[in-house]
């Protein structure tokens, strides 16, 4: 937010004056951008889309002469996948382009995108390790780090055990690395491991995954061109995807397609819409009801798709008859009139895809949320159809693979969860023996316990080590590619940061992390390389992996994420078993090895398929994909799909093309097709969970089935199509039981292959499922937040029981029943920019990005402001109900209805009105600076998967 100009006068922008401070001088904003290295169009550079090439500017950097060499990576900004295509000399990055044949991008960058050689050369990047000494960080040697760290942590674990250290991963991590965390995570001896997803899109996740089989994206932004009707809720791709926006508009323009957007505030997504649906927030489940309610009273279901494909309609049927329009419209403000017209156009423009980001996912509610998304769509019969299906944008460029590969405290990599079975078959592809595995845990019980979420890190600390479900309280934490200021309670994560024995940050840049606390000691910064540094495979939003190549080494005494792993690794004595076979170059693991490790064990969701061959020939021959249905038309990929999207089942050599749509029938299995999977049994009260007269195109089984094991090879006769060696494989794994083998825990993908060579899916032929018995509401019910300032609707729609959640007390009766809406009597929501990404650290260190964007701001309606006696531009503090606060700017604006508030969260190192500049490691601090949201969000978590609720609480605006 720039201030407004006066007498036709361009005022001095307020970096410039920043900077001016810092360097004793004044400097103007050419200057500014000369000692920056950047030329002054820079600006113009950030627009959404680029009208061209984009050029390196003229004037940037000195000759470096040599030849120019180009790299391919992938931008490391949000899950869009965009291809860079960087230009390097003498080892040096100086230029680079958008990837014109990329599917994803087409030859476009966002602002971000656009800008992303600085997060490489950046001069704000943290140069070499430091630790905190008598509260002045000192330089230390990588050897001295690691070993004091090590000595530390050691120490720890024999006191407190294992769990007493937290390993906090990243969605930053490519999939090699991610894979490599939880690895490393298992051999430490820990189930406290976890990473952003836990704060995006873990509701998602769980809500997905128990409606019809895998938590992810159905489709893709590609096959949006396909649909003739997008329903958005609580997301803003105009901002938080930029590139995304291409194949949006051109569904709208060339198919007509009509754009719905559900949101508190008019977003820039919502600009486009044509109909903006807004509603309060966290109604999200009352307002989906309030849809399908017209839905079913004019009978627009499909009728047949459920019957065939779907469980437990019936029994959504009673809880949607209760949202009359009078109810919805009393719950969510909207009224009954304008949803029976969003009702109509989705019943009748069909195929219709439905979209959500964390507009909808983080609330005590989310798991709700995403759940009833789902159902709407099953409703409608648009889930396995080109077109349609729930395309869940996410967050971070790897936040899906990070997700899939088990940086996650109740998962192993490919969602194996954490029972005996599921160790044991990871201690069979890492060829070490199971004992050896749980003589790292304090004990098989919390080998097999779900660790504590990212969400509640610093409640490990701060509980009663009485209340909780380990030995004794975490005593240290290492952020390793994690903004601590994208999460909520920041003034409690403060005090458990400054109680810790020990505090370790890995990351390019400082992070918020350095400057929150006031510790004097026990606190180290190591320099991790970024993804251009490094080379690797990474999963966009739509499950497509892509293969970045190397755009230079590192910089400074900066190390790849994997070698920092084998360090420690080595330190603790557990490397030669964890990298036994994995090729280690110096201290530097080969990724190709860890790739191909994967593909042994990641049976579940199909990540066995993508070689680094196969990976690396894709991204050589973007050209000959699809822009809409991603497969290739000739070349060497010929039939494939984009990036091997999973599942791309069995073994490399079975050249599975990947799966563009899950749950697409239309297919055979060979070809990406499959129905939804069986993961609840066969049946259900006397009900059939698997689907009925429903299957893939060619399958010999012309029903539903249940999951493929050996004992049903058997009995249909085809365990005679296995090999001598695919059946020896699967006689070494289940011995005497050889029937319980099944298409997960095979290794040698002989289940897999022989099932998709009669047509059929690994993972059987069900039903998706409407109420999902296992979870706190088997049926989606709406339930206000926990700091409701509708007191009137609490009794109608309470909350949870407080409980224990994994390992700690978890808070939701409690909070609710105290009424704090008098006191704090406007909603506050959060969301992004489309300047900055995640915590900020990084963007936010970025002179192209930080010129655009220098205040923190609070969003307020003028009906609001005026009665507040607030000006646009003016200071103002915004207090939360358990005792934050935040010294922010006031932006006067229409954007959010009467009542709520929005600020975006990817602002830090203010802290409650202090500046906390100073306590940056020297020339490591960000451009911008600014008061973080998080500090005035509070105490919230959803019910299944402690996602935190950032998108409902209260707040006082007061000006300063």
């Known amino acids: 937010m720039l201030k407004k100009k006066s007498d036709a006068v361009a005022a001095r922008p307020r970096l410039s004056q920043a900077l001016a401070s810092l360097t004793g001088g004044a400097i103007d904003r050419r200057t500014f951008l000369k000692r920056s290295g950047l030329a002054a169009g820079g600006v113009a550079m950030a627009g959404a889309f680029t009208g061209g090439m984009v050029r390196k500017a003229p004037a940037a950097n000195p000759a470096f002469g040599g030849e120019i060499k180009t790299a391919k990576t992938v931008c490391t900004h949000c899950s869009v996948g965009c291809t860079v295509i960087a230009e390097v000399q003498n080892g040096v990055w100086t230029g680079q382009e958008p990837g014109f044949d990329s599917p994803f991008n087409m030859g476009s960058h966002c602002a971000k995108g656009a800008s992303i050689r600085e997060l490489t050369h950046g001069e704000r990047r943290l140069k070499y390790p430091v630790k905190l000494v008598d509260g002045k960080w000192t330089r230390v040697s990588w050897e001295q780090a690691i070993s004091e760290i090590g000595d530390k942590m050691l120490q720890i674990s024999e006191q407190s055990g294992p769990d007493s250290v937290y390993w906090l991963g990243s969605a930053k991590h490519s999939n090699e690395q991610a894979y490599l965390m939880r690895k490393f995570a298992a051999f430490w001896g820990t189930n406290n491991i976890d990473h952003q997803a836990r704060i995006c899109h873990s509701t998602t996740v769980a809500g997905v995954a128990n409606t019809w089989g895998y938590g992810a994206m159905t489709n893709s932004y590609n096959d949006m061109m396909n649909s003739r009707l997008m329903f958005f809720i609580g997301g803003n791709p105009a901002e938080a995807h930029p590139v995304s926006l291409q194949h949006i508009l051109k569904s709208k323009e060339q198919n007509g397609a009509p754009l719905i957007v559900c949101d508190p505030r008019f977003t820039r997504t919502a600009a486009h819409a044509d109909e903006f649906v807004r509603f309060r927030p966290g109604t999200d489940v009352a307002l989906i009801w309030g849809i399908l309610w017209h839905i079913f009273e004019n009978g627009w279901e499909d009728k047949e798709y459920i019957a065939k494909r779907v469980y437990g309609m019936d029994k959504v049927r009673p809880e949607v008859a209760k949202w009359t329009p009078e109810e919805v419209e009393r719950v969510t403000g909207v009224p009954g009139s304008q949803l029976k017209r969003v009702a109509r156009l989705m019943a009748t423009n069909k195929p219709g895809t439905l979209v959500w980001c964390m507009g909808g996912t983080q609330h005590t509610n989310g798991n709700n949320n995403t759940r009833a998304y789902c159902i709407l769509q099953l409703?409608?019969?648009?889930?396995?159809?080109?077109?349609?299906?729930?395309n869940i944008f996410r967050g971070h460029d790897n936040v899906q693979g990070a997700t899939d590969f088990g940086v996650l405290m109740d998962s192993l990599p490919g969602y194996y969860g954490l029972a005996t079975g599921s160790w044991q078959h990871w201690a069979r592809v890492w060829d070490v023996d199971y004992d050896y595995l749980l003589k790292k845990f304090k004990s098989k019980e919390l080998m097999e316990r779900s660790g504590i979420p990212v969400s509640r890190w610093f409640d490990g600390v701060l509980e009663d080590k009485g209340n909780m479900d380990q030995p004794d309280n975490v005593r240290a934490m290492v952020f390793w590619g994690h903004a601590p200021n994208s999460q909520t309670r920041l003034p409690d994560m403060k005090?458990?940061?400054?109680?810790?024995?020990?505090?370790?940050?890995?990351?390019?840049?400082?992070?918020?992390?350095a400057v929150l606390h006031d510790r004097k000691d026990g606190c180290y910064l190591l320099p991790a390389a970024t993804q251009m540094e490094t080379y690797g495979s990474v999963t966009a939003s739509n499950r497509s992996l892509q293969w970045r190549e190397k755009v230079v080494d590192p910089i400074f005494e900066a190390k790849t994420d994997h070698e920092i792993m084998y360090l420690f690794a080595k330190k603790f004595g557990f490397d030669k078993e964890m990298f036994k076979h994995i090729k280690v170059d110096g201290n530097e693991p080969n990724i190709e090895d860890i790739t191909r490790e994967w593909n042994k064990g990641?049976?579940?969701?199909?990540?066995?398929?993508?070689?680094?061959?196969?990976?690396?020939?894709?991204?050589?021959?973007?050209?000959t994909f699809d822009k809409v249905s991603l497969r290739a038309k000739g070349g060497p990929a010929d039939g494939d799909f984009y990036g091997l999207p999973w599942p791309c089942w069995g073994t490399p050599e079975m050249k599975h093309p990947g799966s563009a749509n899950l749950y697409d029938i239309s297919l055979p299995v060979a070809e990406g097709g499959m129905g939804f999977r069986a993961r609840y049994g066969v049946e259900r009260n006397g009900e059939t969970l698997l689907a009925e007269g429903s299957w893939p195109v060619g399958s010999e089984i012309e029903d539903g089935y249940p999951e493929f094991t050996m004992a049903m090879l058997q009995k249909l006769g085809w365990d005679k199509d296995l090999t001598a060696d695919e059946m020896a494989a699967i006689q070494k794994v289940g011995g005497d039981k050889i029937g319980g083998v099944?298409?997960?825990?095979?290794?040698?993908?002989?289940?897999?292959r022989v099932a998709i060579k009669h047509g059929c899916a690994p993972y059987g032929n069900a039903k998706a499922r409407c109420e999902v018995w296992n979870f706190p509401d088997p049926i989606p019910l709406h339930r206000e937040p926990l700091y409701s300032p509708r007191r009137d609707l609490v009794a109608d729609y309470p909350t949870y029981k407080d409980r224990k959640m994994h390992r700690l007390p978890t808070l939701f009766e409690s909070i609710q029943k105290n009424d704090f809406s008098k006191e704090f009597p406007i909603i506050l929501t959060s969301g992004r920019l489309v300047e900055y990404e995640g915590g900020g650290d990084e963007s936010r260190s970025n002179p192209w990005l930080a010129e655009l964007q220098q205040d923190m701001f609070v969003e307020i309606n003028p009906v609001d402001a005026n009665n507040l006696g607030i000006?646009?531009?003016?200071?103002?503090?915004?207090h939360g109900p358990e005792g934050g606060k935040v010294h922010v700017m006031a932006m006067l604006t229409e954007r959010v209805g009467k009542g709520v508030a929005f600020m975006p969260f990817h602002f830090g190192g203010k802290f409650q009105g202090k500046d906390q500049r100073a306590k940056y490691p020297q020339g490591a601090d960000p451009y911008v600076l600014g008061e973080s949201t998080n500090t005035a969000q509070t105490y919230g978590y959803d019910s299944v998967t402690q996602m935190q609720e950032t998108k409902t609480t209260l707040c006082r605006i007061e000006r300063a």
């Open 742 to 752: 099944n298409w997960k825990t095979d290794l040698s993908g002989g289940i897999q």
């Open 602 to 623: 990641m049976w579940t969701i199909g990540y066995t398929g993508q070689s680094p061959e196969r990976l690396k020939m894709h991204m050589e021959n973007q050209h």
């Open 379 to 390: 409703a409608l019969g648009n889930v396995g159809v080109a077109g349609g299906g729930t």
């Open 871 to 878: 000006k646009d531009g003016q200071m103002v503090w915004v």
């Open 495 to 513: 005090k458990a940061m400054e109680k810790l024995d020990l505090l370790v940050v890995i990351d390019p840049v400082p992070t918020v992390s």
